[in-house]
């Protein structure tokens, strides 16, 4: 889910997206629901967690441990479904061991736990607190 804020003709609008599919989208406007047809399929520009070969979910006891294998260039650590963010455990500089918790994530009302897939030192947080994030997003970078 992305949020925007948005100002139209003085007046200030949250508009939180949670789900976009062909030419419609699924958004709230300060809280109220509303469905929007555009004019045009609106192209995804992330690819689905699933579908990548790299990527794995490892079910664990209290909640879902989220993994995603290393890339050469470093580990980028990604949310395998939207939500919000509710803590990051970590700051860049930061030593980590291979299936530390590094980001707790919202989604679907389920609380999530993002671990690091590779020890390192943290180079880069990407989110904060309280962001919303869509499936495939780097939450942070592992080198």
């Known amino acids: 889910m992305k949020n925007y ?37 609106i192209k995804q520009t992330k690819k689905p967690v699933a579908s990548r070969p ?17 890339p050469a260039a470093g580990s980028k650590v990604t949310t395998p ?8 455990f970590v700051n860049v500089g930061d030593a980590v061991k291979e299936g530390q918790t590094v980001v707790l994530l919202e989604a679907m009302k ?3 736990n993002i671990e690091a897939d590779v020890a390192g030192t943290v180079k880069e947080v990407k989110v904060r607190k309280g962001d919303s994030v869509l499936e495939g997003d780097v939450l942070v970078v592992i080198g």
């Open 110 to 112: 389920m609380e999530n």
């Open 54 to 70: 790299s990527a794995q979910v490892t079910p664990a006891a209290g909640g879902s441990v989220q993994k995603a294998n290393a």
């Open 81 to 88: 479904l939207p939500g919000t963010i509710l803590d990051v």
């Open 5 to 41: 804020k948005l100002k139209i003709n003085g007046n200030e609008y949250n508009v939180d997206i949670n789900e976009v599919e062909g030419q419609e989208i699924k958004l709230n406007v300060n809280g109220t629901p509303y469905t929007v047809t555009v004019d045009q399929e």
